[in-house]
């Protein structure tokens, strides 16, 4: 297949996703803390970080590299704090 048809369906992928978050979370169907919206966010914009790479637009990939670091960091502190959560509420 034609690389630049795969490279646009994969950048319209990582598009959609990342404006389902925010479509999602302005609607409050989802709040932006919530996991579902930190991995929407983080898997769009490093599927959207891959494609700015190998097109090699350095700019745009700066900035899915700070959202999907963004999104990755939130998602972990929300794992982790759930985690938590569950070893505070076992009796000893």
Request: hydrophobic share 60%.
């Amino acid at each position: 297949m034609d690389f630049s048809f795969n490279s646009e369906t994969v950048a319209f992928l990582g598009m959609f996703l990342i404006l389902c978050a925010f479509f999602l979370e302005t609607q409050s169907i989802i709040h932006s803390k919530a996991s579902s919206y930190l991995l929407l966010m983080a898997i769009g914009s490093g599927i959207l970080a891959i494609r700015a790479y190998l097109i090699e637009e350095w700019a745009f990939f700066i900035l899915e590299v700070a959202w999907f670091i963004t999104a990755m960091l939130g998602f972990l502190a929300r794992s982790k704090t759930a985690m938590d959560k569950q070893s505070s509420d076992v009796p000893a």
